[in-house]
C-alpha cells in the first residue's frame, strides 16, 4: 500500500537509520519487529520537522496515510502513524474506529496498544455515546482489543465512567494473560487518584490476580504510607 506523504515520511527515517542503536531496539522488542534504529527522542525531531516543511495531513486522508505507514515492516513507521494520529486527534470520531481496529490487532504490542487506548480511543468516547465498539472489543477474543477497553479511560480522571470500568475488568477479572492483568491494576490505580474509596472497595469485593491488586492499591499505599511518615 503506497502514499505519497508516507513514501516521504518513510524515505525520511529509512535516511536516518542507525545500525548501532537497532539490534538493541529490537532485542528490547523481543526481535518481534525490524527497526531502523531512530531512538525516540530523535524520531520526534524528525517528525516535527517533516511536519513543518509538509503539513499536517488532511484528516480525510489519514487513513490511507496511516495503513500505507502501518504496512511497512519497521516499528518506526508505526510510531510515525501514531504521531500523525495525534496531530488531527481532535478530529477523531467513531468512523475512525474500523482504522484503529486494524491497528490494534495487526503489529500488536504494548508500546502501540498503550498509546491508542488513551489518547486515540479514548479521545473518540470523550464525546462519542454510540458504544457498539465498546461491548465488541471487551468481548472479543483478542486480549490487545480487551485492553484497549480497559485502559481507554485512564485520562477521564473525574469523567471516568466508573459503572463501565468495573464491569469490564468483572468480565476479565479471571484472565491468566499477563497484559490483561497489568493493565486492571494500571487502570484501577489511575482511577484510585480520583477515587481511593471507590477503588479499595471494589478490589476488596472481587477476586482478582494478585498482579491486579498489587498494582491497583500501589497509589493508594503509598499515600497512605507518606501520611502515616507525617504524622
Known amino acids: 500500500m503506497n502514499n505519497e506523504y508516507a513514501d516521504k515520511l518513510i524515505a525520511l527515517l529509512k535516511d536516518h537509520q542507525n545500525n548501532e542503536n537497532r539490534e538493541a531496539m529490537e532485542a528490547y522488542m523481543r526481535n518481534q519487529f525490524e527497526f531502523f534504529g531512530i531512538r525516540s527522542p530523535e524520531r520526534t525531531v524528525l517528525l516535527r520537522d517533516f511536519l513543518k516543511e509538509n503539513g499536517k495531513p488532511p484528516i480525510e486522508e489519514l487513513p490511507d496515510i496511516v495503513r500505507s505507514l502501518w504496512s511497512r515492516p519497521q516499528r518506526e513507521c508505526q510510531y510515525a502513524a501514531l504521531g500523525l494520529i495525534d496531530k488531527q486527534s481532535r478530529y477523531l470520531t467513531k468512523d475512525h474506529l474500523p482504522l484503529l481496529e486494524e491497528m490494534i ?3 500488536s504490542w504494548w508500546d502501540t496498544i498503550d498509546h491508542i487506548a488513551p489518547n486515540h480511543v479514548g479521545k473518540i468516547y470523550q464525546k462519542e455515546e454510540d458504544d ?3 461491548e465488541k472489543w471487551i468481548q472479543s477474543d483478542n486480549m490487545w482489543l480487551n485492553r484497549i477497553i480497559i485502559l481507554y479511560q485512564l485520562k477521564y480522571k473525574d469523567k471516568t465512567d466508573e459503572a463501565r470500568l468495573f464491569r469490564y475488568i468483572e468480565m476479565h477479572r479471571q484472565s491468566k494473560e499477563f497484559f490483561i492483568q497489568k493493565a486492571i491494576g494500571w487502570a484501577l490505580r489511575e482511577y484510585s ?3 481511593p474509596e ?5 478490589i476488596a469485593s472481587e477476586e482478582l490476580a494478585p498482579l491486579s491488586i498489587r498494582e491497583g492499591l500501589k497509589h ?6 507518606v501520611e502515616k511518615t507525617v504524622k
Not at 198 to 202: A, G
Not at 220 to 225: E, H, I, L, P
Open 132 to 134: 457498539t465498539y465498546l
Open 198 to 202: 471507590s477503588v479499595e472497595r471494589f
Open 193 to 195: 487518584k480520583t477515587n
Open 220 to 225: 493508594v499505599n503509598r499515600k497512605a504510607k
Open 105 to 107: 490487532v495487526t503489529k
